[in-house]
T-cell receptor
């Protein structure tokens, strides 16, 4: 039973354009969301996060949008660069309860940015 | 100077054997984790240790036993290996308690193949 879903296994964009990666979740108790980036043969690296009390968080070229009513978040990368080519994982968590801090990951979306 | 290091990077072994994977972090973090990424690419938490004490133990067979000799190390010992144990195992660490807002830093992973 997938609580965090990334329905697009892959995405290809042109350098300089916007990349939009999507993530849906089913558990309304999640209150913290993160994006991790992973290159081949490396571990995931934290990219950006957002608390459920916000609807947007921005860090340089990366912006995460959260729509709680739709249980949907997205990661925007503008402008996209070839070095952004990687697998992007969406993760969700609750900061309370027995599963406190437990990250639930999606399956990832492989982004390819073409020069 | 690697922050979270795992050894070995690759491990090929026969069914029924016992093997260990080591993890060390030099970040001064209090919490360490083990994740399993299976063939379907899901990253799932297995264990979480805070200051050498078990915090999270997801439904993992008791053939898997984590051992934390000190807060900088969290080793994973697996008894009686089975074909289904084949996966990539990631170690991670974070400062403070295992809360989602405390960013997790991952090792490069150990690819375990059970023949």
């Amino acid at each position: 039973d997938q609580q965090v879903k990334q329905n697009s296994p892959s995405l290809s964009v042109q350098e300089g354009r916007i990349s939009i990666l999507n993530c849906d979740y089913t558990n309304s108790m999640f209150d913290y969301f993160l994006w991790y980036k992973k290159y081949p043969a490396e571990g995931p690296t934290f990219l950006i996060s957002i608390s459920s009390i916000k609807d947007k968080n921005e860090d340089g070229r990366f912006t995460v949008f959260l729509n709680k009513s739709a249980k949907h978040l997205s990661l925007h990368i503008v402008p996209s660069q070839p070095g952004d080519s990687a697998v992007y994982f969406c993760a969700a968590s609750m900061n309370y309860g027995g599963s406190q801090g437990n990250l639930i990951f999606g399956k990832g979306t492989k982004l390819s940015v073409k020069p | 100077d690697t922050a979270v290091s795992q050894t070995p990077k690759y491990l090929v072994t026969q069914m029924g054997n016992d093997k260990s994977i080591k993890c060390e972090q030099n970040l001064g973090h209090d919490t360490m984790y083990w994740y399993k990424q299976d063939s379907k690419k899901f990253l799932k938490i297995m264990f979480s240790y805070n200051n050498k004490e078990l915090i999270i133990n997801e439904t993992v067979p008791n053939r898997f036993s984590p051992k934390s000799p000190d807060k900088a190390h969290l080793n994973l010992h697996i008894n009686s290996l089975e074909l289904g144990d084949s996966a990539v195992y990631f170690c991670a660490s974070s400062s403070g308690l295992p809360l989602a807002k405390n960013i997790q830093y991952f090792g490069a992973g150990t690819r375990l193949s059970v023949l």
